[in-house]
């Protein structure tokens, strides 16, 4: 039971790099998501996709790019990284946006 | 766009006393769930909740969603260490998600 998988764990950049966060479901769920969580701020909204070849902009994505070419992956794209991307990163899925979604364990990145 | 208040932020209590976190929003939503995330992990599903006045247990876990569709409480009883992490609450709309900014627990034995 893979569930949702996000890959790397740990990531260290430079300022101005850019990365593709990979994140995968076998659940054939529609509705997959990423989010960003900072320290005292819960969880925020990047980008969302609610099937594929289906993208739409959560509360922040200024800095980031999705595409969602097949139902089962969603990966997340920082074109050229700042420190301010400087966070933990979570993929999600779900049956559709009212049902409770399922979350990997993250991806931990730090821009220097 | 709507506010989403989570309280308390952080909470230090000792095992076996009862928990008590909430959450209230600025507009009426139709569906409530609440999450906990263990250190290094990613939250997991405790309890969703769907109808104004419902009250769903888990457990030792007991959620409301309040009446007025603004609020829902989280209820932890005789609390144990494994009880420790962060608790969100989480407000599905359309296809957007907010999260409280969560009730961190720690739990002395």
């Known amino acids: 039971n893979a569930g949702v998988t996000q890959t790397p764990k740990f990531q260290v950049l430079k300022t101005g790099q850019s990365m593709t966060l990979q994140c995968a479901q076998d659940?054939?769920?529609?509705?997959m998501s990423w989010y960003r969580q900072d320290p005292g701020m819960g969880l925020r909204l990047i980008h969302y996709?609610?099937?594929?070849?289906?993208?739409d902009q959560g509360e922040v994505p200024n800095g980031y790019n999705v595409s969602r070419s097949t139902t089962e992956d969603f990966p997340l794209r920082l074109l050229s990284a700042a420190p301010s991307q400087t966070s933990v990163y979570f993929c999600?899925?779900?049956?559709?946006?009212?049902?409770?979604?399922?979350f990997g364990d993250g991806t931990r990145l730090s821009i220097l | 766009g709507q506010q989403l208040n989570q309280s308390p932020q952080s909470m230090f209590i000792q095992e076996g006393e009862d928990v008590s976190m909430n959450c209230t929003s600025s507009?009426?939503?139709?569906?409530w769930l609440w999450y906990k995330q263990d250190p290094g992990e990613g939250p997991v599903l405790l309890i969703a909740?769907?109808?104004?006045?419902e009250l769903t247990s888990n457990g030792r876990l007991t959620a409301q969603f309040g009446i007025t569709r603004k609020d829902s409480f989280l209820n932890i009883s005789a609390s144990i260490p494994s009880d420790v992490g962060i608790y969100f609450c989480?407000?599905?709309?359309?296809?957007?998600?907010?999260f409280g900014a969560g009730t961190r627990l720690t739990v002395k034995p």
């Open positions: 909740l769907y109808k104004a006045g």
């Open positions: 999600a899925s779900s049956r559709g946006i009212n049902q409770p979604q399922h």
């Open positions: 996709s609610v099937g594929a070849g289906i993208t």
């Open positions: 507009s009426i939503f139709n569906t």
């Open positions: 659940m054939n769920h529609e509705y």
């Open positions: 989480a407000l599905p709309n359309n296809n957007d998600m907010r």
